[in-house]
């Protein structure tokens, strides 16, 4: 490969940048590999299953000036709820735990100290496999309302880990409902969820990646 330096040119087989646990290396290919704090993020925004919600008429599309949000009631086995689907990529690290970030806004005044409860299911169809148990997985959070925040249109962020026990190119199903909180007193209203995406810790770059 080559690194340039103002008008000189260093060739080198392979290259390493950083120190001895936090670093980008270069291979003969051009491929970058990541350790450590050289890791970041990659945000992929999930393929929505629209016509699950055109079909169902459900969750309700609102609108707030140019914003848009699904709004969300507890879920009661009545199709409010979320479906979609990612495919892994391969610049994933394959060891740290994707985090879904599920961006959302009050519809009404809430009190502080009450609760709303997001939960995420999810499961895998290999490429050369099959889908997974439609049992998934779930994992879930709950997020407080604060004082500041109590009205209408206040925005908060719930961010929720998946697993790991899935591969690059794999197809990661996902399915958002909310569901009723255990810890504290639910909220009155609705809840709208304005957008979501999921984060992979990733490592490398080229080539393929």
Not at 142 to 166: M, N, P, Q, W
Request: hydrophobic letters at 35%; charged letters at 25%; one cysteine or more.
């Amino acid at each position: 490969m080559s690194l340039n330096y103002n008008t000189k040119k260093l060739r080198k087989t392979a290259a390493r940048i950083g120190s001895a646990t936090n670093y980008a290396d270069f291979d003969t290919s051009g491929r970058l590999t990541l350790a450590g704090d050289a890791e970041r993020n990659i945000t992929i925004r999930p393929d929505i299953q629209y016509d699950e919600i055109n079909k169902a008429l459900k969750p309700t599309l609102e609108y707030y000036g140019p914003h848009t949000y699904y709004s969300l009631p507890v879920y009661d086995d009545d199709n409010e709820e979320i479906f979609a689907t990612i495919n892994i990529p391969r610049r994933w690290d394959g060891a740290v735990a994707p985090r879904v970030h599920l961006h959302t806004c009050l519809t009404g005044t809430e009190v502080v100290g009450h609760k709303y409860k997001l939960a995420v299911a999810f499961s895998i169809a290999t490429p050369t496999g099959s889908l997974a148990s439609p049992a998934a997985t779930t994992a879930s959070a709950e997020t407080a309302i604060v004082s500041g925040k109590t009205s209408a249109h206040d925005c908060y962020l719930t961010e929720i880990s998946l697993g790991t026990g899935f591969d690059w190119d794999d197809t990661l199903s996902l399915r958002v409902r909310r569901t009723a909180a255990t810890e504290a007193t639910d909220i009155s209203s609705e809840l709208g969820l304005t957008d979501f995406h999921v984060d992979f810790k990733r490592d490398k770059l080229g080539g393929d990646w």
